[in-house]
């Protein structure tokens, strides 16, 4: 069996490989440029753990591994222009670096791009392979349709926004999984199972996403502290608060969020409510929680140990467990 | 078999029949009204008469052509993004009556409808039908680049003209018609013949669409009367043009072309000099000779007179022949 470190070597290769000896160039430099730019290759190494698991032959799930990571990059690429981001990984956007036409279509091109390594895969599991991409696929848009609703909505639920993060973020690391599985002739039920672990572990994830933006230490976290709360944005840490916030705070914590403080004094007034309540203790929880339920069903798949010991590895990684 | 009157309007009432029962509305709603404006429906009518000539039951041909028609009002959609168009089809595009976040992530969300529809297709030829779409849907994007690359560019050769419409236009009219012939099950040599054939269909449409952009009437050809002159683009008037003129035409052309006259004179003034080389004339035989190829690939395939009729009487209306 493949070890993490041999998967994320292997995949980040195979990306690196990615050249387009094809015409237009101003349509297949930007692609070229956007997999370069680097990023941890979970989900397509998440893929090749999920077929590992049934396979030894994991030349058979590459293709659809790279294809669900060049569909990752194409939605950053496209949510990096309605975002109006100007750097991802430190380096400029693609709307910035040449212009927004070009990282429009630069990024369609990138999706088709996904849809021809996907038809790379075994034929007889095509069409459930399609089936599966094509879910999380339009899971990815509706979540991002979301995310960009609660920007102007009054009031978020805890239930409006783990619907979201579970489209915009799990519903791929959980598709990548399902995929890897039926790639490895896995049955129905395992890969469901896969699935709903997927599911668990990237909601685990982003809500972790959530609280090290605002408690993180910047060096590990790789992003400046207190990004979401500069601009607002309603987290797990935010919705949770107000859940439990008196009506006086909630309506202060709300003011402050929307207002436009900088940041030297805004973090630590919102971070007083947010301790206030609690909050970074119970998002920890809630994380653990999902993080739990995620490895209970990694642990009732009906497999020996070994088989699953990458992955449960990834899963320890990704949640910044020691053990 | 159907004839062409049948399939225009059983395409139309599928199109219309297009609702999303789903969430979130602001993600699906510009995808229905993007495709109940309206549109010839030439596409999904091109593949059901392809998959006509060789199977009684076009059932299973319905969610191909769907696709094709999605996937063409998809590139509409993020095209007038990128020309910054207002209008299509005498309506707001969605990119003005909504906003431009939502045009990209609406166009997104339907080119992912499109795979979902061609998932429906016959198993046996999904990796066939899939090779297929997603050549000539990165066909589209290298097309739309070349064309964006023109518009600055100081020369384009009739080579690279025509290169680009085959591209832009073509290959979606000819890769339609090849997945008829496949779900039809087609023998392989006739289902390219059917490619060639639609590639040169295509082209002639083109080139005619340039002619009646300048030598139209506009109650006919639906849209303003020297559009393409009052621009500047490069069309295949203009470069044939400057193929034939002689140096000081040449110059004075492309003056007039990327000069502010407004329509009143420059129409005019850039139709004399077309006038002066006949290049009406040289284009309509153009038109007659690619649409002469088209038509003998046709009679030279070995079905039928009945059964090659009505993709015939598409060609003839495509081409505004009345015999």
């Not at 959980?174 to 997927?198: D, T, W």
């Not at 972790?208 to 990004?227: A, E, P, V």
């Amino acid at each position: 069996m493949y070890s993490l470190e041999q998967l994320l070597e292997i995949c980040e290769k195979k990306i690196q490989e990615f050249k387009f000896d094809r015409e237009p160039r101003l349509l297949y430099e930007p692609i070229e440029y956007t997999l370069a730019a680097g990023g941890k290759r979970l989900r397509p190494v998440a893929l090749l753990m999920a077929a590992n698991m049934f396979t030894d032959d994991l030349e058979k799930a590459f293709p659809a591994a790279m294809a669900v990571e060049v569909f990752h990059n194409f939605t950053l690429l496209h949510d990096d222009i309605m975002d109006k981001a100007d750097y991802r990984r430190s380096r400029p956007t693609v709307h910035v670096k040449w212009n927004e036409n070009i990282a429009i279509l630069s990024g369609d091109a990138m999706l088709i791009c996904a849809y021809r390594l996907l038809n790379q895969s075994p034929e007889a599991r095509l069409p459930q392979l399609l089936k599966t991409f094509n879910e999380f696929a339009i899971g990815v848009c509706e979540g991002q349709q979301y995310d960009i609703n609660f920007e102007n909505a009054e009031n978020v639920s805890m239930q409006e926004y783990i619907r979201m993060i579970t489209m915009k973020t799990s519903v791929l690391i959980a598709g990548a999984l399902k995929m890897g599985a039926l790639i490895g002739n896995a049955s129905s039920e395992i890969c469901e199972s896969l699935y709903r672990f997927g599911i668990d572990l990237g909601i685990a994830f982003q809500i972790q996403d959530d609280l090290l933006d605002t408690y993180g230490d910047s060096k590990s976290f790789g992003k400046t502290i207190g990004g979401d709360i500069m601009v607002g944005k309603k987290t797990f840490l935010f919705i949770s608060t107000l859940e439990k916030a008196s009506k006086e705070d909630a309506e202060r914590l709300k003011k402050l969020m929307s207002g436009n403080l900088p940041i030297a004094k805004k973090l630590p007034e919102v971070c007083a409510i947010y301790d206030k309540y609690g909050i970074q203790e119970y998002t920890q929880q809630a994380i653990n929680d999902y993080f739990d339920k995620a490895m209970s069903i990694l642990d009732s798949l009906p497999l020996e140990k070994e088989r699953k010991a990458p992955l449960h590895e990834l899963s320890m990684m990704l949640l910044k467990r020691n053990k």
